[in-house]
């Protein structure tokens, strides 16, 4: 999406039918941002004028996707992991579905007696096919419920909200209420067998994926080289 975030206005247009519209705008944004769940937002928004033009701002949407996330995907309700899925599904949702994936260089000269790593090398590209669930990652990101021709429209769903804008990279994109769908769908799906997926190790994957920064789209390169550590004798 390319509009600016502002802050909503207090000038929105006003309506008398229910007390909740008395409130100032604000404290009506505030509310908005504390809804237990995306399909409770977007009745909100449908409910009245007033109500769509406060929830449709670019400031509350954001503001409420931060906030489901962090009151819901914070490691102690469910994994924190469900958000970076979100982001790694926002940012793949455009065709050709490709992901530059890091890759690691360690280089140790003749006599040096340290190992070196090219921090952000890339050593592969990968096709995340949404017609080949089983094929690809979407297998562990997707619920089991979910087929190809379900996954493909909620990528067309994010394709069309995200617009023709290039996409940042994976840590720098504003979650939205699109985003707050697929995390909502993903909380479901943990929540129906959660002590199952823990057992084995389910989102292990995508969890060390975050932490090593796996992937690489719409990142810039640096061609420096750090030191991992010195090699000892023993």
Not at 17 to 37: K, M, W
Not at 211 to 219: A, I, L, P, R, V
Request: hydrophobic share 35%; glycine share 6%.
């Amino acid at each position: 999406m390319t509009d600016t975030i502002t802050s909503p206005s207090s000038t929105l247009p006003t309506d008398k039918a229910s007390p909740l519209l008395s409130l100032p705008t604000e404290l009506i944004h505030d509310i908005c941002i504390r809804v237990d769940d995306p399909r409770t937002y977007l009745a909100l928004g449908a409910a009245n004028r007033r109500l769509l033009a406060i929830a449709r701002t670019r400031h509350t949407r954001v503001q409420f996707a931060k906030h489901w996330f962090s009151s819901n995907c914070n490691g102690v309700s469910a994994p924190s992991t469900i958000e970076y899925i979100a982001r790694f599904i926002r940012r793949h949702c455009r065709a050709p579905y490709l992901c530059r994936r890091r890759g690691v260089s360690r280089a140790c000269t003749s006599g040096s007696r340290y190992i070196w790593e090219a921090p952000f090398s890339l050593s592969g590209i990968d096709l995340l096919d949404p017609s080949d669930l089983h094929g690809s990652h979407w297998n562990k990101m997707t619920p089991s419920s979910w087929g190809p021709e379900r996954l493909k429209a909620h990528l067309q769903m994010l394709a069309g909200a995200s617009g023709d804008t290039p996409m940042p990279y994976l840590k720098d994109l504003i979650l939205d209420v699109e985003d707050v769908l697929t995390g909502w769908t993903l909380l479901e799906f943990w929540q129906s067998d959660a002590q199952t997926r823990i057992l084995r190790g389910y989102y292990c994957d995508w969890a060390s994926w975050r932490n090593t920064d796996y992937c690489q789209c719409g990142k810039e390169f640096s061609t420096k080289y750090r030191i991992l550590y010195e090699v000892r004798d023993f």
